[in-house]
């Protein structure tokens, strides 16, 4: 196992950046290339596209020209996965880790088995991860193993996402629909429908074949116009998401990983929050409980002069579980790897000296 790794980052948006910055202070990695797929972006430094100092590495949307350096893993933090991209990538025997809504990759269908594919031509491994699905989830996996019978492991994630302003990635999940919208019911499903991967990582860690993994899903709809940074969610319009993807066995649900958004104060029905994190319930023998909350740490409080700028603690925190598998990644063998397939990730090359 090598003490460096060679890496190659693949986009510079929010997640991206916090990637970025990762890699340039962990001695363990090196950062030898960058994929920007915008013209703007292409031959500008990676150190500037991240907001930090120059890093003497030229962004490029070439993709040959990155695959011929010959890295020993990519970082692939667009907002969602390309399967040809990706089979192109793997195909040439660079491993990935990735944050693009990929745990499994069943929910690919035939474009999961493209990748399969890939991985075995080019000899590389492919892992995906993030923090909701995949930090959670591994967390609720290591609080399985203090008990002698598991009953049904339940993740539970709330947040107030009133501030945070996406309207991209959330309008998919139903968010600014119309309440009374015929279209509206499917929609949580379809656009959280990567924990359904999810379901199936720990159903798999567990050893249960499931019967079937489904989704039930809650709306709230806002009695006022709630206006954000860049968009105006309307009255009578969606601003409460709640999906529930459960892995049923034996006519009993098994797994239950759920997820309840919200945003403003005017929600009907008024959906309260103990707080934005997860709960993570281990039903068995025994039940274990565990509580998780994030919070900045007091530099960042002290130097921080807006809201905004506390935001980059949910980017960290969605780039950092695919970069410490970096490690363990490297050293499968080759095919599609989760959590199951790996040794525990270890933080590596992040105390500060």
Not at 51 to 77: F, M, Q, S
Request: aromatic letters at 6%; a negative charge.
């Amino acid at each position: 196992m090598p003490n460096t790794y060679r890496v190659v980052q693949w986009t510079t948006g929010n997640v991206g950046k916090s990637s970025v910055a990762a890699i340039a202070a962990n001695p363990h990695l090196e950062l030898v290339g960058c994929y920007a797929w915008s013209d703007d972006k292409s031959g500008r430094d990676v150190g500037e596209l991240a907001g930090i100092a120059p890093l003497g590495v030229t962004a490029t949307n070439d993709v040959d020209a990155l695959l011929a350096l010959k890295p020993d893993v990519i970082v692939y933090n667009p907002m969602w996965n390309d399967v040809d991209e990706l089979v192109r990538i793997l195909e040439s025997g660079v491993n990935v880790v990735a944050s693009a809504s990929f745990i499994t990759g069943h929910n690919l269908g035939d474009g999961r088995d493209r990748l399969a594919e890939a991985c075995q031509r080019g000899g590389s491994t492919l892992f995906g991860s993030g923090v909701s699905p995949g930090f959670a989830e591994l967390l609720a996996i290591v609080a399985t193993t203090a008990c002698d019978r598991v009953d049904k492991v339940i993740i539970a994630e709330s947040a107030d996402t009133t501030l945070y302003d996406s309207p991209d990635t959330e309008r998919p999940t139903g968010f600014g629909t119309a309440i009374d919208d015929p279209d509206l019911a499917p929609m949580a499903q379809k656009g959280t429908a990567v924990f359904a991967e999810a379901v199936q990582l720990v159903a798999d860690a567990l050893g249960v074949t499931l019967d079937e993994i489904k989704c039930v899903s809650e709306y709230a709809q806002t009695t006022e116009d709630l206006a954000m940074a860049s968009w105006t969610i309307p009255a009578g319009h969606v601003a409460g998401v709640y999906a529930s993807w459960q892995g049923v066995a034996g006519g009993k649900t098994v797994v239950d990983i759920n997820v309840r958004w919200k945003k403003g104060t005017t929600l009907e029905p008024d959906w309260q929050l103990d707080s934005d994190g997860w709960k993570i319930t281990i039903e068995g023998r025994p039940t274990v409980n565990m509580t998780v909350g994030f919070l900045p740490p007091p530099d960042m409080i002290e130097n921080a002069k807006t809201i905004e700028d506390f935001f980059v603690l949910g980017h960290i925190m969605t780039a950092m579980p695919p970069i410490n598998a970096i490690p363990a990644v490297v050293a499968a063998p080759p095919g599609i790897a989760t959590y199951n397939d790996l040794p525990l990730p270890q933080a590596r090359g992040i105390v500060p000296a």
